[in-house]
C-alpha cells in the first residue's frame, strides 16, 4: 500500500496547486488562497470517511498530508506566473490523482460491504467533492455538472474495479489495472472531447418545478 | 417500522425526481443532474445521521434508498417533458415525505435525549437540507430561506409530535398523527398562501453589518 | 472550564445576532433567518467535532447552546433597526468569541494528537467556518476570502497557545494568554487596516487555469 500512499500524497499536493491558481485568480488574499487548496485537496477524502464513520479521517491519521498541500500552496505562490507553462505536466498529475482517489474509494466503500451503486458512487465522491466544494466557495456552479471532465472516467474505472474484484482477482494486481483504466479513459474523452449529453435537445417547452 | 420505511424510499424517490428536474433546468449534464438528484434526497438524513454520530448513515445501511434514487433519475430522464402534469400528484408525494421526514427526524433526535428545541431542529433539518444543499450545488439562495413552503408546518409537526410523546401516547399512534398534522398544515398554508413574515417593514433604514 | 464554557455561550450568541442581522438584509423570513444565525453560530464548532470524531457535537451536549442562539435571534428581531448603533460593542464580542473559538479549537486538536499546522488549522477552522457556511448559504464568496478579517489574528493566536504548551504551560495560564494575544492581534489589525497580500500585482498575465 505504499505505492498508494505516495500516489494518494502527489495527487492532494497537485489539487493543492490546481486550487491555489483557481483563488489566485480570484483575488482571494493569501489565507482565502490557502484555505480553498486545503478544502479542495481533502474534500473528496473527507466527505468519504465521515459517511463510511471512518474517524479520524484520512489526513488527520497522517502529518504528511498537511505538508503535502502547504508545498502545494507554496509552490503556487512563486510560481503563479510561470505555472500556465505546464499545463499538460498538471493535466497527467491531476489524472493520476483522480485515478487513484477513485480506485481508494471504491476499494473503502467495497470493505464496508456497500452495495455496487453505492460503490460506484464512494469512487466518484471521493475524486470529485473536492472541486465541487472549491466551486461553491467561489461562487460558482461546479464546473463538473455542466462540462463532462472526469465524471464518466471515474464511473468506469470504479465498475472495472469491481468487476475485477468479482472475478477473485488478487488488489495488488486488480487496483493498478483499474487506475490505468481510469487515466485512459478520461486521456481519451479530453483527447476526443467526448461529453455526457445535457438533454437540452428535449427541452422544447419550459419546464416549471 | 415497515410502513415508514417504505414511506421513506417514496420520499426519496420523490425528491430525487425534483431535484432531477431542476437540474435538468439549469442544463447540467447527466452526471451533473444524477449528483444532484442524489445529494438533495438524502441530504437531509445524512446531516442528520452525521451530527448524532450515527455512522454509517441510513442510506448506506438499505441498498434500496441507492435504487429508489436511480428510478427517479430515470424516469425524470424518460418523461422530462410530460411531468409537468403530475404536478399536483408530486406535490403530495413530496408533502408526504417532508411529513415523514420531519417525524423521523425528531423521533431520531428524542431516543439521542436532546432537549425541545434541538428536536425541533433535528425534525426541520432532516427534511429541508437535501434542498438546501440543492440550491447551494447549483448556485441559487436556497428557496426555503426566502418563501416560506415547508419550514412552519415542518416545526409545527415536530411540536405535535414531542407534545403527543410528553402525554406518553405509544409511538404507534403518535408518530401517523404527527405526519398528517404536518401534512395538513403545509397544505392549508400553500392553499391560503400563508407565509412568515420577512421583517421587511422595519427596514426603514440601511443596516450596515 | 467554566469560564471557556461562559465565553463559549456568548460567542455562539454574539455570532446568532450578527449572522440575523446578515439574514434580514437579504430578506430571508423568519424561518431562514433563524437557520442562517444557528448555521453560522455552531458551524466551526460542528465541523471542528465532526472531523476529530467527537460524537455527538459539542452544541448538542449542551442544551444552553440553543437557548443562547434562540436569544441572539430574538434580540435581532426586536432590536433589528437599533443594533447599529451597538457596532463597537459587537466587535468586541465577536473578538472574544473568535478569540476563544481559535484556542479552543488548538486545544482540542492537541488532545486528539495533530500535528503543528493541523492544529493551526483546527484553530482558524473553529472560527472561520460558521462564517463561510453562512456566506456561502447566502450566495456570496465568503467574505475572509478577499478581505482580511481575523484569519491572521487566529493563525498567530493558535502558533502562540501551541508555543506555551510546547514549553510545558500549564493549561489555566496559557489558554486565556493565548486568548488576549489573538484578541488583541485582530484588534491591532483592524485599526491600522493592516492585511494579507492578494497577489494582485503579481498577475500579469491572464491565467489559464
Known sequence: MFLIETFNLV???VFAISASLSAIKRKFDLFGISFVAFVTSVGGGTVRDILLGDFPVSWMKNGNFAYSIICGILISFI???KLNGFKKTFFWFDTIGIGVSTIIGTYKAIEYGL???LCVLFGVMSS???????DTLCNDVPLVFRKEIYATACIMGSVCFQFLNFLHIEIVISMPI???ITIMIRFISIK???KLPNLNYKLKGKINV
Chains 1, 2, 3 share one sequence.
Request: net charge positive; glycine share 10%.
Open 115 to 117: 452495495n455496487f451503486p
Open 192 to 194: 476526443y472531447n467526448l
Open 79 to 81: 510560481f503563479t506566473n
Open 178 to 180: 483499474a487506475i490505468v
Open 128 to 134: 470529485i467533492f473536492g472541486g465541487i466544494i472549491r
Open 11 to 13: 495527487a492532494v499536493f
